[in-house]
C-alpha cells in the first residue's frame, strides 16, 4: 500500500465527500443505476441492486486495500450484510467527518468504518447494535521516553482528525496534531515525525503488532463500541442489519473475523 502517493488525490476526494459532493468510488459491482430499489420489497437502496457502503479507508485492519481490492475486518460484516440483502457490495471512500457527521448517508446506504457509537451521532444517525468493543490506547516508540498520558504531554502526539481519540486527547490537555486518516498518522509514527499515536486500541495495535521498537504505552477503558450507521429512521435497514450481525455473532463467523484481523491485538 503506497500511502504517500496516494494521501494528496484522497484528500481532494473526502474534501468533496464532506459536502455530499461524491466520494471516490472505489469498488463497484457491475452495473445499476441511481433509481432507489427495493431488494426485497422493504429495503430501498441508493443504488440498483447494490448494497453502497461509505467507508473511509485505509484503516487498518478494517479497511485496506489489498490487490487492487478493499478488504479487512469491516468489509468482511458488510459482504455479509450485503449477501443477506441479496445485493453487490460497493464501497465508496468516504472522509470521516462525512461519515460521523451523517453527511455521508447522502449518498449510501450504511456506513461501515469503525465508527464509536456517541450520543452526539445518534442524534443524526441511527445505529446497528454494537459489533465490537474497541477502548483507546497510547502508543509510542521505546526512545521516547513516554510510557504514560502525562509523558506526552509536551511531546508531539498524532491523532485522527474527527475522531473519538482526538476528542480524548482534548479533553487530557494534549495539543496534538491531527490526521486526515490513521494511514497518514502510523507512517508518521514510524517516521519518527511524532512521538506518540493516540487512538483506538484495535487499529495501533494491528499497525504496530510486528514491529517491536513501537508498544501500547498506556490504554484507557473508554467503553467504546462500534456500530454500523444507518440513515436517522430508516428502520427496515436497521432491522436487517442488526440481524445479519446476530447471525454472524450466533454462528461464530463474527469471533472467526475477530480473530483473522486482531488475533489477540484488541483483546
Known amino acids: 500500500m503506497q500511502l504517500k502517493s496516494l494521501a494528496t488525490a484522497k484528500m481532494t476526494a473526502k474534501a468533496a465527500a464532506i459536502f455530499a459532493a461524491g466520494a471516490l ?16 420489497g422493504s ?25 487492487g481490492k478493499i ?10 450484510v450485503a449477501k443477506d440483502l441479496n445485493a453487490e457490495l460497493n464501497v465508496v471512500d468516504s472522509s470521516f467527518e462525512a461519515i460521523e457527521t451523517g453527511t455521508a448517508l447522502t449518498q449510501c446506504d450504511v456506513s461501515i468504518s469503525s465508527i464509536s457509537i456517541t450520543e452526539t451521532r445518534k442524534a443524526v444517525m441511527d445505529f446497528s447494535t454494537p459489533y465490537l468493543d474497541d477502548d483507546l490506547a497510547l502508543v509510542a516508540s521505546e526512545d521516547s521516553g513516554i510510557k504514560s498520558l502525562d509523558d506526552a504531554k509536551g511531546k508531539k502526539v498524532g491523532v485522527q482528525q474527527a475522531t473519538t481519540g482526538a476528542d480524548y486527547a482534548t479533553e487530557k490537555g494534549l495539543d496534538a496534531q491531527q490526521f486526515e486518516d490513521t494511514g497518514l498518522l502510523v507512517q508518521a509514527l514510524q517516521a519518527g515525525t511524532i512521538d506518540a499515536a493516540l487512538g483506538n486500541q484495535s487499529v495501533l495495535g494491528y499497525a504496530i503488532k510486528d514491529d517491536p521498537s513501537f508498544k501500547a504505552v498506556e490504554k484507557f477503558a473508554t467503553g467504546e463500541q462500534l456500530g454500523i450507521s444507518i440513515k436517522k429512521g ?7 442489519v442488526n440481524a445479519t450481525l446476530k447471525r454472524l455473532t450466533d454462528d461464530g463467523t463474527l469471533e472467526k473475523f475477530e480473530t ?7 483483546k
Open 234 to 240: 430508516n428502520t427496515a435497514m436497521a432491522e436487517k
Open 25 to 40: 468510488t472505489l469498488t463497484a459491482c457491475g452495473g445499476g443505476g441511481s433509481t432507489p430499489a427495493a431488494s426485497d
Open 260 to 266: 483473522t484481523w486482531f488475533g489477540e491485538v484488541a
Open 71 to 80: 478488504v479487512g475486518f469491516d468489509m468482511d460484516i458488510a459482504a455479509e
Open 43 to 67: 429495503i430501498q437502496l441508493v443504488n440498483a441492486g447494490k448494497l453502497t457502503v461509505c467507508s473511509d479507508v485505509p484503516y487498518e485492519p478494517f479497511e485496506f486495500q489489498k490487490d
